[in-house]
Nanobody
Framework: QVQLRESGGALVQAGGSLRLSCAAS????????MNWYRQAPGKQRELVAS???????WYADSVKGRFTISRDNGKNAVYLQMNSLKPEDTAVYYC???????WGQGTQVTVSS
């Protein structure tokens, strides 16, 4: 059973930084691509960043240059470093294991202007 647990969300002022963490279990983590999604109120869930087992990354245009996804295969963890945060980054952030239907409970990020 795949389990994902996000943490690190908070209320932060515009221009600030946050680091989100996701702990995964129940998957062959080191070879599994991992994703970060977000969902703002009234909007569809969107893919923000992705990282393959080999460390290749992809970013949505809206976060490119500000967010960095990384992983620690020894800890079965994936991270999202978010810098230069904007009010439009406000959302619940979820991690997701590629190829599974498992989602964590999400972590709330609120950016005040």
């Amino acid at each position: 059973q795949v389990q994902l647990r996000e943490s690190g969300g908070a209320l932060v002022q515009a221009g600030g930084s946050l680091r989100l963490s996701c702990a995964a279990s129940g998957i062959a983590f080191s070879i599994n691509a991992m994703n970060w999604y977000r969902q703002a109120p009234g909007k569809q869930r969107e893919l923000v960043a992705s990282i393959t087992g080999g460390g290749s990354t992809w970013y949505a245009d809206s976060v490119k240059g500000r967010f960095t996804i990384s992983r620690d295969n020894g800890k079965n963890a994936v991270y999202l470093q978010m810098n230069s945060l904007k009010p439009e980054d406000t959302a619940v952030y979820y991690c997701h294991a590629q190829g599974t239907s498992a989602w964590g409970q999400g972590t709330q990020v609120t950016v005040s202007s």
